[in-house]
């Protein structure tokens, strides 16, 4: 007889966190191929992004090093968008108080994310060399 899988919370949040982002890369290419017949930039990042979901779900001990890498850089770089939109003055302001919230506000997703899988319940779940029940 098999048994659910049972992830953390940790692992919970950070697939919840990929499949949001997931979810935002569909809405900006299917924005951009509907409305402005072009590829967006987004269809580039999905493929990565679903195998990165499948790699942590499936308790890939890669997926856990490249989403930590991932959800630490991308926190990065929002929180340097937002910064730098501050001191931009070519952005209109109630344009750069949307930008700045935004990129706040993934900033602050994506470190929730890379907190919870550096949580012992996560980061034992990836150790290599022990069984787990799939």
């Known amino acids: 007889m098999k048994t659910k899988m049972k992830y953390p919370f940790s692992i919970a949040l950070a697939a919840f966190v990929i499949v949001l982002f997931l979810s935002l890369f569909v809405l900006e290419i299917t924005d951009s191929i509907v409305f402005h017949h072009k590829l967006a930039r987004s269809a580039f ?8 979901l499948w790699g942590v779900l499936a308790r890939r001990r890669w997926a856990w090093f490249a989403a930590r890498a991932v959800t ?15 001191f931009n003055t070519h952005v209109k302001p109630r344009d750069q108080h949307g930008i700045i919230t935004i990129s706040f506000l993934l900033c602050g997703i994506l470190l929730a994310a890379f907190v919870a899988l550096g949580r012992p319940a996560a980061r034992n779940l990836y150790q290599p060399g022990e069984q787990h029940e799939h």
């Open 72 to 86: 630490f850089v991308g926190a990065l770089v929002f929180a340097a968008t937002g910064v730098l939109v501050i």
């Open 45 to 52: 990042f999905f493929p990565p992004a679903a195998v990165l």
